[in-house]
């Protein structure tokens, strides 16, 4: 009878032991290096935004954060990879709108947005300008309508490609003001810029810290913020939303993601994390240099905003009949 105690006694134990593993093994997260992977060049914005959170979440918890570029078809292949992995936190992607807004509904993708990843956390939030040729007789969104309005198809805006972020916050602006203009797709913003200057292109989006140059110098003028609210480099610029079209927003954001099935745990810890780095003094200065706003949710707020955001540039594609063949 007492050998019968002691031996269930055991199972009971070992049983206890066991459900106690998958909490254990949870808890040690991170217990070795993690890889961001980043699915543009070095250098860029969203690389600037994985190394400035990488540094932070190293510190915070304790093992190597590593960003890895993997570069091609507009970030596709970096996010491919990381749809690919294991979900067990060791490997993540930070994300900018257009990879994961705009191309799912522009292109046929090996991924989807929604179903291979699992939602973390926003990163960020880049803040852009509308700006427009100092020659062009306008100093406020309502001045800049009336002139597009009263010359029809007589003004020409540039942008870094067709299907573009950009591009496609001009496509809203037209249809929510109600004027034409002509589209010239140029390979990034600076040539685009440059021809601003010139007076080849009217008009154009730019983000902030590559424009501000040119608007101090006076070679373009600033008109308004295309984001939700004003930004501290240019505190009496208004957004084009309080300029008399509410609800106009474009965000050039990015996220934090991790394979679809990640599990909860890893996923709270990091969002809590991120939260944190965004949030904190050093990283604010940082941000603030690169016309970046901190832009925190939670992960179930960032799915559901990421959700939103595809949905919204869907309706803009289709409305506008933008195709990228």
Do not use: C
Request: charged share 20%; glycine share 10%.
């Amino acid at each position: 009878m007492e050998r019968l105690r002691r031996t269930l006694a055991a199972v009971a134990a070992l049983g206890m032991l066991a459900a106690a593993a998958p909490h254990a093994r949870a808890q040690a997260w991170p217990a070795r290096p993690v890889k961001i992977v980043n699915g543009f060049p070095a250098g860029g914005p969203t690389d600037i935004l994985a190394r400035i959170l990488a540094e932070k979440l190293q510190g915070a918890l304790g093992q190597a954060f590593v960003v890895e570029n993997r570069p091609g078809a507009t970030g596709a292949i970096g996010s491919e990879f990381v749809a690919r992995s294991a979900p067990d936190g060791y490997t993540l992607v930070v994300v900018p709108s257009s990879t994961h807004a705009v191309n799912p509904n522009l292109t046929k993708l090996s991924w989807d947005p929604q179903r291979d990843f699992t939602p973390i956390a926003m990163v960020g939030n880049v803040t852009t300008l509308l700006i427009v040729n100092p020659g062009l007789p306008v100093k406020s969104v309502q001045e800049f309508v009336a002139y597009a309005k009263a010359n029809p198809g007589k003004l020409n805006f540039g942008t870094p490609g067709r299907g573009s972020n950009l591009h496609l916050g001009i496509e809203l602006l037209k249809m929510m003001a109600g004027f034409d203009a002509v589209h010239v797709p140029y390979k990034g913003t600076a040539p685009a810029a440059t021809d601003l200057i010139g007076g080849q292109i009217q008009f154009m989006f730019d983000n902030i810290v590559s424009a501000m140059p040119n608007v101090l110098a006076g070679k373009v003028r600033a008109i308004a913020i295309t984001t939700s609210k004003r930004s501290a480099l240019f505190p009496d610029l208004p957004t084009i939303a309080e300029s008399g079209y509410a609800g106009f927003e474009v965000n050039a954001w990015a996220a934090l993601l991790g394979p679809a099935g990640l599990p909860q745990d890893v996923v709270q810890k990091l969002n809590a994390e991120t939260v944190k780095a965004v949030n904190s003094a050093d990283v604010k200065e940082r941000y603030a240099k690169l016309g970046v706003e901190p832009f925190a949710m939670t992960p179930g707020e960032a799915g559901e905003f990421m959700k939103s955001e595809r949905e919204r540039w869907g309706r803009v594609i289709r409305d506008a009949k933008i195709s990228v063949e």
